[in-house]
């Protein structure tokens, strides 16, 4: 995931060189996030200019970037604000103008490093385009440099002078979807904005004197009529925001992103009940200070702030840190900090409490958790959620792939679809072959991309080949793509990582937009693969009258898979007991299940082996009598997926085929089923209780018992979980 770090040191003189060591260090402390360039903007030689240096690859070549361009490093500042950003790429591939920081022009007037998705960054780069911008890169980023600018502008134009904070707000009014940023302008030099929402984003602060109090106050819109200017405020189409008793009538895109487009997008802005009335503006808050960096005597005190997506990259500097919360502005000038909130709510905290970090850097940089895996596991609400974003209109029960949309035609049309993939992203597509061919009613073939490959299988021109990949690297999936572009077939992409070879040769596709996957053991790309999946099936049967009601069933089922997969992660202790139990010291385990959950039986079973080197097989439970059923004595491990569907009476009969030769599985049912809970008392069978959800979701749940299963077997047994033995992350070899 991208990453954010920004320095403003103030009456603290500091060198240009010492400015650039310390953010290009601030990156290097986030560099085990995952990312494909960097860059960094500092004041440049002329007067209130900004120097930008970016580069593709790790933070080496940004150094090596930085020595190429080789700005004299001892130039010294009193004060100064500085940014820096690694990328991890989503709106467009790695290369140079693609890196953040980003810029509204070529006199880098405004300057942002941006965690996070912009949703609507086609509508408003439409607008800015159709007001003269020229954008340079493919970033969604690059509209929010381009928009602080043009309300800049024609704010300037009608009289205002905004505050860096009030135009700020102006901003955010434009923009949806999530953010971390940061911003710097040659207009307010030596200032910096922070701002989030549904992306991480702290501030360390370090003085020589201790601070006067622990908090900063949040400081809201002016609610008398002080200060307010007497023509109203710009949006960004032009439109005046009026003010009127203290409530505020904003002009906004929101809702309505045509009405946007065509500049006719007024709309009375209603606010929420728990919402109190705003004012226009709060041109008086600029002379206000923040108590907590008062000196005693009223002089100014030298201070040092550090901005950071994460902790890691400022603890080396202090441990005083406040945490912003979403919507928050941080203003940073005159070496004070102030956070502003464009509406005051019923109920909200009026402070921001300035913290002690007492944890060490090491511990931080995987957060509370041990290793990489952990930690991906545990972000699969996050990552779930992520996957569904702009793209799923829980209220209209619609589906949106914007890198889809034109082609979903052709699709329809197919003969077939032959969806390839290995490993874990090949799991993915047995899981949702089932629902992919009764909402398309095509039908369905799934191939691991080796064997695909070396059957030469027949190929045709207007066949589908949906290939899955979760580094989009893969030597056999890229040759096997290779292989039916030469034939003329029409090719989709299911992908993490934005331009990636697979991605980027796909004809069109799906980014999954999990964030980066570090563990070598796929899990939260394996759920996101899967949603992605559903996704493109739902959208394929969207003409059909007949599927409504199934596709409304597993949206609806699709809204509540975040925080279900949460509710799952609740089983740990349990599961952690049955590691250093039951499944202790065993030399084998056998995961049975049949219709949806035969792919979880694989993907658990292949976890199990990667990670915890103890021999795993998934076990079609239909298969079980024709051979595998010699295998169980009451010694032999098994885990048994026993949840709700059609198929549930069979499962039941090959589960109760295990206990009558002294088996003891571990079945995986839903919450508070009866026929499990009698079974427990009576049989020696333990449960694992999961909430139940739409059949073909059903495994998105099912599964995460087992990627924390095969976590702790591996932990137990002392195995490097994040680099298993003879493996990669990406098999880039054939
Ligand atoms: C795009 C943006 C997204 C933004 C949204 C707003 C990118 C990468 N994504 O998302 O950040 O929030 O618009 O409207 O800019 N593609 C392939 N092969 C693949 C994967 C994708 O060819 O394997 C193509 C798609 O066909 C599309 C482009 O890459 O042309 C972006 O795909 P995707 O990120 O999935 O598109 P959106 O969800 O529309
Ligand atoms: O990057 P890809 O999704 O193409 O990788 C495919 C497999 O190499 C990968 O899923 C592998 O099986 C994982 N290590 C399993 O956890």
Redesign the pocket.
């Known amino acids: 995931m991208c990453g954010i770090f920004g320095y403003c040191n103030y009456l603290v003189e500091k060198s240009r060189g010492e400015i650039m060591d310390t953010l290009v260090e601030g990156l290097e402390r986030l560099e085990y996030r995952g990312y494909d360039s960097t860059g960094i903007a500092i004041d440049g030689d002329e007067l209130d200019s900004t120097l930008i240096i970016k580069q593709i690859g790790k933070v080496s070549a940004l150094k090596k970037e930085i020595a190429k361009v080789n700005p004299n490093r001892d130039v010294t500042f009193v004060s100064h604000c500085g940014i820096a950003h690694t990328r991890w790429a989503t709106h467009g591939e790695p290369k140079q103008v693609n890196c953040h920081p980003q810029r509204s022009d070529p006199n880098n007037e405004f300057v942002i490093v941006h965690n996070g998705i912009i949703t609507n960054f086609r509508e408003l780069k439409t607008l800015l385009l159709n007001k003269g911008y020229k954008f340079e890169s493919e970033t969604d980023t690059e509209c929010i440099a381009k928009l602080f600018k043009h309300l800049y502008d024609i704010n300037y134009q009608n009289g205002h002078e905004l505050d860096f904070h009030e135009l700020t707000k102006l901003v955010l009014l434009e923009i949806e979807g999530s953010y971390g940023l940061l911003c710097r302008s040659s207009h307010y030099p030596n200032e910096v904005i922070a701002t989030r929402k549904g992306s991480p984003l702290l501030i360390g602060v370090k003085s020589e004197k201790k601070l006067k109090v622990d908090f900063v106050d949040v400081e809201f819109p002016d609610e008398s009529n002080l200060g307010r200017p007497e023509t109203p405020l710009i949006a960004a189409n032009g439109k005046a925001i009026h003010s009127d008793d203290n409530n505020i009538t904003v002009t906004t895109n929101k809702k309505n992103p045509d009405a946007f487009l065509n500049g006719n997008g007024h709309s009375s802005g209603s606010h929420d009940d728990n919402l109190l009335p705003i004012a226009a503006n709060e041109f008086n808050l600029r002379y206000s200070q923040s108590r907590a960096f008062l000196s005693e005597d009223g002089s100014p005190t030298p201070v040092e702030f550090f901005l950071s997506s994460d902790a890691s990259s400022v603890i080396k500097h202090t441990k005083k840190v406040l945490f912003l919360e979403d919507d928050d502005i941080a203003h940073i000038y005159d070496g004070e900090l102030h956070i502003h909130r464009s509406r005051r709510e019923v109920g909200a905290s009026m402070t921001r409490s300035i913290q002690t970090l007492e944890m060490e850097l090491a511990q931080i940089m995987k957060g509370p958790y041990k290793h990489f895996m952990q930690k991906e596991i545990y972000e699969q609400p996050e990552s779930t959620f992520n996957t569904m974003r702009g793209r799923i209109d829980f209220e209209n029960n619609s589906i949106n792939l914007g890198g889809l949309k034109a082609w979903l035609p052709a699709i329809r049309r197919a003969r077939r679809i032959i969806m390839i993939?290995?490993?874990?992203?090949y799991h993915s597509c047995l899981a949702t072959r089932a629902i992919f061919e009764e909402l398309s009613e095509i039908p369905v073939s799934v191939e691991l991309a080796s064997d695909f490959l070396d059957r030469k299988s027949p190929v045709f021109r207007d066949d589908i080949c949906v290939f899955?990949?979760?580094?989009?690297?893969?030597a056999d999936?890229m040759l096997a793509l290779n292989y039916t572009l030469e034939r003329g077939a029409l090719t989709v992409g299911i992908v993490n990582t934005v331009g990636s070879s697979i991605s980027r040769a796909t004809h069109c596709g799906v980014h999954i937009n999990a964030g980066p996957e570090i563990g070598?053991?796929?899990t939260k790309?394996y759920t996101s693969q899967y949603i992605a999946l559903v996704m493109f099936a739902l959208s394929l049967s969207d003409d059909r009258v007949s599927k409504l009601e199934r596709r409304e069933a597993i949206i609806q089922g699709l809204k509540l898979i975040p925080s279900q997969v949460k509710q799952v992660l609740k089983l740990e202790p349990k599961i952690k007991e049955l590691c250093a139990t039951k499944l202790a010291d065993q030399k084998s385990l056998l995961i049975l299940g049949r219709g949806y959950q035969f792919a979880s039986a694989l993907e658990g079973a292949?976890?199990i082996k990667?990670i915890s080197y103890m021999h795993s097989e998934g076990v079609l439970a239909g298969e079980l009598k024709h051979g595998v059923l010699a295998l169980v004595d009451e010694n032999l491990p098994l885990i048994a997926f026993g949840t709700r569907d059609s198929l549930f009476p069979k499962v039941l009969s090959s589960i109760e085929q295990v206990t009558a030769r002294k088996g003891h599985p571990i079945v995986i049912c839903n919450e508070n089923d009866e026929v499990w809970m009698e079974k427990a008392v009576n049989s020696n069978l333990e449960t694992l209780e999961v909430p139940q959800t739409v059949d073909c979701l059903q495994g998105l749940l099912n599964i995460v018992p087992l990627q924390l299963m095969s976590y702790w077997l591996a932990v137990n047994k002392g195995i490097d979980v994040d680099f298993p033995r003879n493996?990669a992350k990406?098999?880039t070899v054939e």
Do not use: D, I, N, R
Not at 468 to 474: F, R
């Open positions: 993939a290995c490993g874990t992203s899955v990949s979760q580094s989009g690297e893969t999936t070598v053991a796929s790309a292949l976890k990667e493996l990406s098999v």
